[in-house]
C-alpha cells in the first residue's frame, strides 16, 4: 500500500503556542488530501479537506484561523495548531485520496498534548 | 454519506473465526464498503473493500449479500495481534471525498 508520513509523532506544548504538523505522501501524488482528529476512545472526526492550490473546506464546528492548512504541494500538507489550548490535545490524523483510488490512505497520526 | 451500523464491541477466542456485521441501509448505487482496521495511536489501516458478492485477500473475506444493505467482515484464525477497532464506511470512496467513520467496533481477542 502506499505510504504516509507525519510528522513529528508526538509533540507536548504549553498552552498559547503554535505546533506545526507535516503530512507526507512518500510513494504517490494527489491533489486532494484531509486531516482528522480523534480523541480518546472516540472515532475520527473530519476537520477539513484540503485541494493543492487551494484554500481548505472547513468543517463545521472548526475553526480555520485557529487550523491553518497549508497544501504546499501534491505531496506535503502542514497542519498548524495556533495557540494552542489543552482542549486541542488530541490525536491528529491525514490521509491522502489518490486519483482512481477506491481508498484512502492514512498516515500513523500526531499525539498532541498541550499543558 | 450513507451510516452505517455496527456492533459497539466483540470479544473473542485465539485462533476463531470473527465475523463483523455493518448495516448500511441507505447505500447508494455508486457506493463501496470498505473495512478499515485502527490500532491504538495509530492511523487506519486499509483491510479490504467491496462492492457486491464477495471478496477475499490474504487478510479477510468481505460477504455482501445482494440488497448490499449490509456487509460481514469475516477474519479468520484471528491472533492477538488482531486486537483492534474496526470501521465499515460506505461512499464512492474517490479520492476526492471525506471518508465519515462511524463508531467502529471494538474487537478484543482473548488467549
Redesign the interface.
Known sequence: ?AV?S?HPSRVICKSGTSVKIECRSLDFQ???M?W?RQFPKQ????MA?SNEGSKATYEQGVEKDKFLINHASLTLSTLTVTSAHPEDSS?Y?C???????????????T?LLVL | LAKTTQPISMDSYEGQEVNITCSHNNIATND?I?W?QQFP??????II?GYKTKVTNEVASLFIPADRKSSTLSLPRVSLSDTAVY?CLVGD????????????TRLSVIA
Open positions: 500500500g504516509v507525519q494527489a491533489t486532494t484531509f482528522y472515532s475520527l472526526m473530519l479537506t490525536f490524523i490521509s491522502w485520496g489518490p486519483p482512481r483510488q477506491e481508498t484512502q490512505y492514512f498516515g500513523p497520526g499525539r | 463501496y470498505t478499515y495511536s495509530q492511523g487506519p489501516r486499509f473493500q470501521y470512496q474517490s479520492g476526492n471525498t471525506p471518508l465519515v467513520f462511524g463508531k467502529g
